[in-house]
């Protein structure tokens, strides 16, 4: 062997003399290994694993199921006046969203993952708004089924969706801004015809609502499912933006 190559390979730690066992060699596979650039499945789409997956799977059908349910409990922080103003119009506004007949997008037909987007906002929404106050905490010890474990769950979320867990939170600050049927936010906590439309529609909703324990059984059982719809509603709101701000 020539004393260029042997220099190389000493200085690579690729190279052992006679009598020397593997472990050299494995030592360096170990090294070189090491400095290989960790999987990637680009900068927006997060690497997750199998069991982070399934749970949040689990953790999304779960709350499909229970939406009709949830959206109440939306109702009772919109109508609590023992609740801050801001927070109840966060409520409000998230009820609009998910009762909005203009909420609709091309795949609704899909009566399982097309209403995730709303499941986590609802609850994005009201964890964000509620704050550290004794009446906001009172109201958070009323509901532990939606409230407890919040945090995790969220961040569970945050960990698969990646990006579009960060456009649902860009939402919430316009959730009071935002206009159903003609009439701003603020109109259905001051106006009590206005309420009880919201309310009635609400009911509309809760009754009509296609999703339960049997439909979902055999619906939705990988994540990508329910992100992949919400990167459609994504676009397409982008695009009904784009047209709106050219007209």
Known sequence: MGS????????????????????????????????????????????????????????????????PHDLKIAFDAMDDENLPRPVREVAAGVIAYVVSPNDGVSDRHDAVASYADDVVLLRIAL??????????????????????????????????????????????????????????????????????QLFEDGLVFRTDYPVDEKTITDKLKKATTITDVMRRRQAEEARAKGVKARA
């Open 4 to 67: 260029g190559f042997r220099a190389l390979t000493e200085r690579s730690g690729l190279y052992f003399p006679c009598g020397v066992g593997t472990h050299r060699v494995r030592a360096s596979v170990s090294k070189l290994a090491f400095l290989e650039a960790p999987p990637s499945r680009g900068t927006h789409i997060p690497v997750t694993s199998i069991a982070a997956e399934s749970k949040f799977v689990e953790l999304v059908r779960g709350w499909l199921v229970s939406l």
């Open 127 to 196: 964890q964000k708004a509620l704050g550290p106050g004794q009446d906001e905490q009172s109201f958070r010890d009323r509901f532990p089924e939606l409230f407890d474990g919040l945090d995790e769950s969220l961040t569970l979320c945050k960990s698969i969706m990646g990006e579009l867990m960060t456009w649902l939170e860009s939402k919430v600050p316009t959730l009071p801004t935002i206009e159903y049927k003609g009439k701003k936010i603020t109109k259905y906590l001051d106006d009590d015809e206005a309420r009880e």
